[in-house]
């Protein structure tokens, strides 16, 4: 006889999402988590009166409605749009690129102009088979965009040459012909309200929750006190390294309070060349239009990833890739007793609303 129906091993937002559905069906469920607080990256701290994102930025965005009903059932959601600077040698540019941006490379001041620059800018540079980063973004963009936003940004993040990063570590930068500073086109878009901790606290009303709890370290208690694991965390991890470690890059974060009500008037900066070590400077009052007397910033600096800080991105090579599959093959054959899901359990990044509708589909399926 089981003490739990299911146990939740991680209580971001693919374990929450999931423990709130069993909840909600009458299953007994805990969740458990080896950090100190529940959330996963989603955690905010409240310093100063201020939600500062603990682990780095989350921007809630989708065009999925059925997503973004769910969360607002929940919590309430801002209006937050998300409209960053690049810090390119001392000059400030507009993302996503934009009749702005093209204005500040170009001074080009319209849809046509821009396009022609562009187009002229891409062609020597057509590459019908890009094999890396740095291929596919000239491909796209042409030598000045991708000196200025990509090649030293994506040289800080993976630590190599953007010529050896692979293609699929590649994401594009939007690029529309309106004045429109809007980084995500999706249709819904905010911030919870008082930050992501109530979110998480509105998923897990009602559950039991232990933090503070490694489930490795624990394995064969919690496997025989619960009839059904669902495990988000490492994928490599739980299955002992058998195939190999999965790799990631990982960021550090300097936090300073300023005694200033405003730091730099947006929410993101990025530092897109070599003079600085650091991507990126997040002040967090901006998320909800804070009007605090002081601010407070979270400088980010990419950094090799060990036991010490958090896996943040996967390293997609060969040699990567061809471990994940045999790991997830590993998965499958266990499945009947343990159920993987969310980021790290895939060793593949995931957006917020994707995370929530791939719990919910599980949930759907798992608890019919």
């Known amino acids: 006889m089981y003490s739990y129906d299911y146990l939740v091993v991680g209580s971001g937002l693919f374990g ?18 080896k950090r100190s607080h ?13 939600n500062v994102h603990k682990y780095g930025e989350h921007i809630f ?3 999925d409605k059925s997503v973004w009903d769910y ?9 937050f749009i998300n409209s960053p600077i690049v810090n390119f040698e001392d000059k400030l540019y507009n993302l996503p690129i934009n009749m702005n941006t093209f204005y500040q490379l170009w001074e080009v001041k319209t849809p046509r102009e821009a396009k022609e620059k562009l187009e002229l800018e891409r062609k020597n540079y057509i590459n019908t088979n890009p094999e890396n980063l740095e291929e596919k973004a000239l491909n796209l963009y042409g030598k000045k965009i991708y000196e200025s936003f990509i090649k030293d940004y994506a040289r800080k993040k993976w630590a190599c040459s953007p ?20 980084y995500y086109t999706e249709k819904y878009q905010g911030i919870p309200v008082g930050g992501y901790n109530k979110l998480i606290d509105s998923l897990l009303e009602g559950i039991e929750c232990m933090t503070n ?24 991890e739980f299955f002992k390294k058998e195939h190999g470690v999965l ?22 900066v990025y530092y897109t060349d070599m003079s600085v070590d650091y991507n990126k400077i997040v002040e967090h009052k901006h998320f909800e239009f804070g009007e605090q007397k002081k601010t407070v910033i979270s400088v980010e600096y990419p950094c090799e990833y060990d036991e010490k800080n958090e896996p943040y991105y996967p390293i997609n ?45 599980l949930a759907s399926s798992e608890l019919s």
């Open 163 to 182: 010529s050896l990063i692979p293609i699929d570590n590649f994401v594009e930068l939007p690029i529309r012909y309106t004045f429109n500073n809007n």
């Open 213 to 236: 709890t490694n489930y490795l370290e624990y394995r064969d208690h919690f496997d025989q006190i619960s009839e059904k694991i669902i495990y988000t965390g490492k994928l490599d």
């Open 71 to 79: 969360a607002n059932k929940l919590v309430e959601f801002n209006n």
């Open 38 to 50: 529940k959330g996963g990256n989603v955690y905010c701290e409240l310093v100063e009166g201020i």
């Open 61 to 63: 965005h989708t065009d």
């Open 247 to 268: 790799e990631y890059r990982s960021l550090h974060f300097e936090r300073d309070i300023i005694e200033s009500d405003d730091f730099q008037g947006n929410a993101i």
């Open 16 to 33: 929450a999402v999931f423990a709130h559905e069993a909840h909600k069906k009458g299953k007994k469920v805990l969740v458990i988590d």
């Open 317 to 361: 090579n060969d040699k990567n890739k061809t471990a994940r599959e045999k790991y997830l093959k590993l998965a499958e054959e266990c499945s009947d007793k343990y159920i993987f899901g969310g980021r790290l359990a895939n060793y593949k990044y995931f957006r917020m609303d994707e995370t929530i509708k791939n719990a919910l589909e």
